[in-house]
């Protein structure tokens, strides 16, 4: 029978993913709390055969990679967080430095990779359903317990430097100068604080209980231990969850002073400029100071550019002009222009109709469509409705009593 933790598990995996594609083009910074929540699920379901029995072969597969997995779960979350906050995303070569626990467990656990399969599922059949068996196994040079807390130390570790990393930020706070700044900086400040936290909870529960095991077995066995490990699998869900309702929170909590420049696509000598963001070709002094000049150059190259008229324009047609991360795109359209991104091109549109029609030598239905095609409606259906929505009447009312 499938226990209830497995199908937890299951469907945090599930999330995991589903939260990797919903985001990915937002920040990218995602695929590491994608990867730390799958790392966890997977965990989830090594203790949940250890604890309440299953498939011996599942956990003989866990066995065989869950050693140097659980060591890339600290790294994973750090990523994030540390992404985040500095507002980056690439994978530097320093970083490899936190993955060598990962490389010396891998090559430490090829000894028993090379067994026989049989001796192998031996192993995970003694231990499934067998807490003891499964922590005095000894799959590479020191028994399991004893490398499980190595590798939960190591996350805690990494739980503790991400949460430095946002209290760093947080004392950053004073050059932020508007609200919105303040608003959205604070909430993100909470939320990252509480995903680090379950992420904290989640991490002891299984040391605790294997400090339990090794001194007072007799409590243990007095406690349900099923009943709270069913719990925190339970707790995974809401991980995942806070990022999928709450996506405003891969903004991030940029805290350089001297923050990535916009680009200054001005034309020198017939040729066009263009200065990367790693490089400071205009410093902003503030966060909000920073968001202004983008937000003003976004409006500007709208109403300049027009390029609403293009039916096919989208806000990933901004990153590429201003070269600037998804998420700075998106902060400004919701936060500074407080509008969505889809009702403002169609707020342009339903103005660049207006005019024409105003110019128009007659409004019959032809020269209406043709007027809609041009303002970069892709059916009529939206014109009407975006024209109701803005104008609260509808086109023919508009026509009766302004023309």
Not at 215 to 240: E, G, R
Request: charged share 15%; hydrophobic share 50%; proline share 4%.
């Amino acid at each position: 029978m499938v226990s209830i933790a497995f199908l937890i598990a299951c469907f945090n995996i599930f999330l995991s993913v589903l939260m990797l594609l919903y985001n990915w083009k937002l920040n990218k910074n995602i695929l590491f709390f994608s990867i730390f929540l799958i790392i966890a699920a997977l965990q989830s379901v090594l203790f949940d055969i250890v604890i309440n029995g299953g498939s011996a072969r599942l956990l003989m597969l866990l066995n065989s990679n869950s050693g140097p997995m659980l060591f890339l779960a600290g790294p994973m979350l750090y990523l994030f967080i540390r992404g985040l906050v500095y507002d980056e995303n690439k994978f530097k070569d320093k970083d490899l430095l936190h993955m060598i626990p990962f490389f010396v467990n891998m090559v430490l656990l090829i000894p028993y990779l090379f067994k026989p399969i049989e001796y192998k599922l031996a192993i995970a059949s003694a231990a499934t359903g067998n807490i003891d068996v499964y922590f005095n196994q000894q799959l590479i040079f020191i028994p399991a317990w004893l490398g499980g807390i190595f590798r939960i130390l190591s996350i805690i570790s990494y739980m503790v430097a991400s949460l430095g990393i946002i209290y760093s930020a947080y004392r950053n706070k004073k050059q932020f100068s508007d609200k919105n700044s303040i608003r959205v900086f604070s909430s993100n400040f909470r939320w990252l604080n509480l995903i680090v936290m379950l992420c904290l909870i989640l991490t002891v529960f299984p040391l605790i209980l294997i400090i339990l095991y090794k001194t007072i077995p007799i409590f243990l066995n007095s406690i349900d231990v099923v009943l709270i490990f069913n719990i925190s699998v339970l707790l995974h869900v809401f991980l995942a969850l806070i990022i999928l309702m709450n996506p405003r929170i891969l903004y991030g909590l940029p805290t350089k002073d001297k923050l990535r420049p916009l680009l200054d696509n001005s034309h020198v000598s017939g040729k066009q400029v263009s200065h990367s963001m790693l490089v400071a070709a205009d410093e902003a002094k503030t966060y909000s100071d920073y968001f202004d000049g983008l937000s003003e150059k976004i409006i500007a190259f709208i109403e300049n550019g027009r390029p609403y008229l293009n039916s096919d324009f989208n806000a990933n047609d901004l990153i590429k002009v201003f070269e600037v991360p998804p998420h700075h795109i998106q902060f400004c359209i919701r936060y500074y222009i407080q509008k969505d991104f889809k009702k403002l091109m169609n707020e342009y549109r339903i103005k660049y109709v207006l005019n024409a029609i105003r110019s128009a030598i007659d409004t019959e239905p032809e020269t209406l469509r043709s007027i809609v095609a041009e303002a970069g409606f892709k059916s009529n259906y939206e014109y009407r409705k975006s024209f109701i929505r803005f104008l609260g009447q509808t086109p023919e009312e508009w026509i009766k009593s302004n023309i």
